[in-house]
Structures are given as C-alpha cells and as structure tokens.
C-alpha cells in the first residue's frame, strides 16, 4: 500500500536560515507528490507538485522540492526561512490506482526571530 | 471571492445530536472531497464525488452520508454524533478527477462533541 512519511514531527529554525523538511513515499511506481502548506485556522494551500519531467520543482512563496527516485525522497527546501513560513507542511502521494491521496503526519515548523 | 467555503466555521454539539456541514466551491471544479484531520493534525479522505457520482468511499461510519445536490456542492451530513467524531472536517475541491492536480481546501469545520 502506498504510504508518505515525515520523520520530523518539528522543526525548528532561525530567521534567514536554510530550511530542509524530508518526505519519503513507498509507491510502486512513480507517483504524483505534492507538498502543502497550513497556517493555524486555515486550510490547507498547496505550494508546488509533482508528477513527471525536471526534478526539481519550483513552488510558490520560494519553495522547491527535488524528486529522487533512488532515496524514494520528496523534501521540501527553502533557502531563507521568514517569520511567515511557520505552518504545518504536508507531504501527499497520488495513488494511481484511485483519485486518493494519501498523506504524511505533518511537519510543524517554528521560525525564531 | 471564496474558492471553497464551508459552513459553520466551528460547530459545537452534545453526543446523539445530528449535524450537518456544507461546503460550495465556485471553482468550476468537478470533483468534490471530504477529509478530516484529527487532533495530532492526520488527514484522511472520506469521501469523493465526480459530477455529482460517489467514487471514494471510505470506511467511514454509515453514520457519515455525504450528499452532493450538484456539482458545485458536496454536503456532509452526520448523525447521532459521538465524542470521537470531534476533529476539523475539510472540504476541497479539484479541477478533475484524474491525477495531478492539487486540491483547493476550504478554510475547515471545527466539530467538538461534549
């Protein structure tokens, strides 16, 4: 069965600082990732996918996420942290077989001013 | 303009009570979700509609019957409500039923049963 996990619960990091959340899938076969984004009281808003071509995935408020099919890895980056990015990220897979998508825990991230 | 917008925002109950929550999406979009996230922030599908037609269906309670008027709503109806079922119920949305394409989420139905 298809499963996204995230080994980091929190994280925590300074203002400005590079910030790097993991995401590891089990899938058989290339799936359709995604990552997004939850600010306390809200929905979720996603910040970038991916399903095919460049492995490296441009997001929305300067994120990226690099595919490796050999780590069986999807991670999120950042290379300037600001106070605004502390949220709850999610990590999703796309089963083929269904429409559903399947997702991680959640990574809580606190920045420090 | 709200793409995806639910109502109550927060739902406070007593057990037993039956409750509903609706959700519109002015997206043009043809599939419709339901999720809920417990407190440790886990999301799970429930349900799904394409165009008005059931196509996920999970183990949910029978106690939980989504309906779905047209394609732009997917209601979540829920009766004799129990203590577990307090959590943040999502709606989304997405442009097709087929892979690739994110969700847009509505805002979240807080539901507390005491």
């Known amino acids: 069965a298809q499963s996204v996990t995230q080994p980091d619960i929190h994280i925590t990091v300074s203002e400005g600082a590079s910030l790097e959340l993991r995401c590891n899938y089990s899938?058989?076969?290339?799936?359709?990732l995604f990552w997004y984004v939850q600010s306390p009281g809200q929905g979720l808003q996603l910040l970038l996918k991916?399903?095919?071509?460049?492995?490296l995935v441009q997001g929305i408020k300067g994120f990226e996420a690099e595919f490796k099919r050999s780590q069986s890895s999807f991670n999120l980056r950042k290379p300037s942290v600001h106070w605004s990015d502390a949220a709850e990220y999610f990590c999703?897979?796309?089963?083929?077989?269904?429409?559903?998508?399947?997702f991680g825990t959640g990574t809580r991230l606190k920045v420090l001013a | 303009d709200t793409a995806v917008s639910q109502t109550p925002k927060y739902l406070v109950t007593q057990m037993g009570n039956d409750k509903s929550i609706k959700c519109e999406q002015n997206?043009?979009?043809?599939?419709m979700y339901w999720y809920k996230q417990d407190s440790k922030k886990f999301l799970k599908i429930m349900f799904s509609?394409?165009?008005?037609?059931?196509?996920i269906n999970e183990t949910v309670p029978n106690r939980f019957s989504p309906k779905s008027p047209d394609k732009a709503h997917l209601n979540l109806h829920i009766n004799s409500l129990e203590l577990g079922d307090s959590a943040v119920y999502f709606c989304?949305?997405?442009?097709?039923?087929?892979?690739?394409?994110?969700?847009?989420f509505g805002s979240g139905t807080r539901l507390t049963v005491v």
């Open positions: 991916y399903f095919s071509g460049d492995t």
């Open positions: 509609y394409n165009n008005k037609e059931l196509i």
């Open positions: 999703a897979v796309v089963s083929s077989g269904t429409y559903k998508y399947i």
């Open positions: 997206l043009g979009h043809d599939t």
């Open positions: 989304a949305s997405s442009g097709t039923a087929t892979l690739g394409y994110g969700y847009t």
């Open positions: 899938y058989g076969a290339t799936p359709y």
